[in-house]
């Protein structure tokens, strides 16, 4: 399968754990976004990268949050200290260099996050 | 006032309707424009993109109004594979950020 994976799909954690969820993107993709969607809202944006670097972290939630892309691959979302607030699906896209920012985004299936 | 807004719907409709849906946003400076389908419990999956002068892929079209700031989706002689919710995403010229809406449900019944 050559989509977007994320990793894990489910996780279950107690108020104050910190939790990190991993997303692969497609491989020549070099536009990576982080969202958080709840239910019965669309997703939220919150983060943005172009290869290695985050372009876009004003919305990210809280200073709670925070994402990496180290090598431009694979990124990171990490929550620190979580609130049963922050219980949500968490999805990633990625998108080619095609056309500038507005272009399709190809989505993965999405890390489910439960804070007991 | 949302920056985009959409009326969550349900939208309930016989097979063979036709149904339209519109999405309002409230900055002028918007230049992107897209559908997404969300099934349940899926990820979003791009429909299609919104250009000034249109855009029709089969059964669906979808529509671009700048001086009254909405787009809108219309899918003729609708499918029971139709149903799921529609997202509408709107971004901003000079912005790396997609602002989506809340979707809009719609169930298409025998």
Same mark, same amino acid.
């Given at each position: 399968?050559?989509?977007?994976?994320?990793?894990?799909?489910?996780?279950?954690?107690?108020?104050?754990?910190?939790?990190? %969820?991993?997303?692969?993107?497609?491989?020549?993709?070099?536009?990576?976004?982080?969202?958080?969607?709840?239910?019965?809202?669309?997703?939220?944006?919150?983060?943005? %990268?172009?290869?290695?670097?985050?372009?876009?972290?004003?919305?990210?939630?809280?200073?709670?949050?925070?994402?990496?892309?180290?090598?431009?691959?694979?990124?990171?979302?990490?929550?620190?200290?979580?609130?049963?607030?922050?219980?949500?699906?968490?999805?990633?896209?990625?998108?080619?260099?095609?056309?500038?920012?507005?272009?399709?985004?190809?989505?993965?299936?999405?890390?489910?996050?439960?804070?007991? | 006032?949302?920056?985009?807004?959409?009326?969550?719907?349900?939208?309930?409709?016989?097979?063979?309707?036709?149904?339209?849906?519109?999405?309002?946003?409230?900055?002028?400076?918007?230049?992107?424009? %897209?559908?997404?389908?969300?099934?349940?419990?899926?990820?979003?999956?791009?429909?299609?993109?919104?250009?000034?002068?249109?855009?029709?892929?089969?059964?669906?079209?979808?529509?671009?109004?700048?001086?009254?700031?909405?787009?809108?989706?219309?899918?003729?002689?609708?499918?029971?594979?139709?149903?799921?919710?529609?997202?509408?995403?709107?971004?901003?010229?000079?912005?790396?950020?997609?602002?989506?809406?809340?979707?809009?449900?719609?169930?298409?019944?025998?």
């Amino acid at each position: 399968d050559t989509g977007v994976s994320q990793n894990p799909r489910h996780k279950i954690t107690k108020r104050g754990q910190n939790v990190t %969820f991993r997303c692969d993107p497609i491989s020549e993709h070099n536009r990576l976004y982080w969202y958080r969607q709840t239910l019965g809202q669309g997703p939220e944006f919150l983060t943005y %990268f172009q290869n290695e670097a985050q372009l876009e972290k004003s919305r990210l939630l809280s200073d709670r949050f925070s994402a990496e892309r180290p090598k431009g691959s694979f990124s990171t979302l990490e929550i620190q200290r979580t609130e049963q607030g922050d219980s949500a699906m968490y999805l990633c896209a990625s998108s080619p260099r095609v056309g500038g920012v507005g272009n399709e985004q190809f989505f993965g299936p999405g890390t489910r996050l439960t804070v007991l | 006032r949302k920056e985009v807004e959409q009326d969550p719907g349900p939208f309930n409709v016989p097979e063979g309707a036709t149904v339209a849906f519109n999405c309002t946003y409230s900055n002028s400076a918007s230049q992107s424009f %897209f559908w997404y389908r969300q099934d349940c419990r899926k990820e979003p999956k791009l429909l299609m993109s919104v250009y000034s002068s249109g855009n029709e892929d089969g059964r669906f079209t979808a529509q671009l109004n700048r001086a009254s700031q909405y787009i809108s989706l219309l899918i003729r002689d609708s499918k029971l594979s139709d149903s799921a919710t529609y997202l509408c995403v709107v971004r901003s010229g000079g912005s790396y950020i997609p602002t989506f809406g809340r979707g809009t449900s719609l169930i298409v019944h025998p």
